[in-house]
């Protein structure tokens, strides 16, 4: 009977979110920017710009400067800004990718949640199928006994 209680309930809940709104409505400035952070780094065009731009620097720094170059050939300059970067965009690329996370596990929960309703609906489509037959078995039977009767 609490089954029953309980499917009843699932029926009359509320119809299903959408979890990227859901989880849009909850995000922070922080987040938000980590998310913008981690999709321009993870991208092409970062990948082709931050390559031009080492390709530049190394022909500022050897060809043009030459001998008066502000950071010569073994780059310890731009090794130290590589470095700078890497310690900043990994943790922010983590931050982003741990929201992603929570935000597949809410879309699960919700995916769960829609699936416990389709089924308390179906279980209760099943519940009155069955009374409709039974209510045809009832009315084909009277039906029979009045033809015998007649």
């Known amino acids: 009977m609490n089954a029953i209680r309980f499917f009843a309930d699932l029926r009359r809940a509320s119809p299903p979110r959408d979890p990227n709104i859901l989880f849009a409505e909850r995000l922070t400035m922080g987040e938000r920017l ?12 970062f990948i082709i710009a931050f390559g031009l731009f080492l390709a530049a620097w190394a022909i500022v720094n050897m060809a043009l400067l030459g001998a008066r170059a502000f950071d010569p050939f073994p780059f310890i300059f731009l090794n130290l800004m590589l470095s700078m970067l890497a310690a900043l ?38 519940e009155k199928i069955e009374l409709l037959q039974a209510q045809i078995a009832l009315l084909v039977g009277k039906s029979a006994e009045r033809q015998l009767d007649s």
């Open 34 to 45: 980590a998310d913008r952070v981690a999709s321009v780094g993870g991208s092409w065009g």
């Open 89 to 126: 965009q990994a943790p922010i690329i983590m931050m982003s990718q741990n929201r992603q996370a929570a935000k597949d596990r809410l879309e699960a929960r919700l995916d769960y949640e829609t699936n416990l309703r389709a089924e308390a609906q179906i279980e209760g489509l099943h």
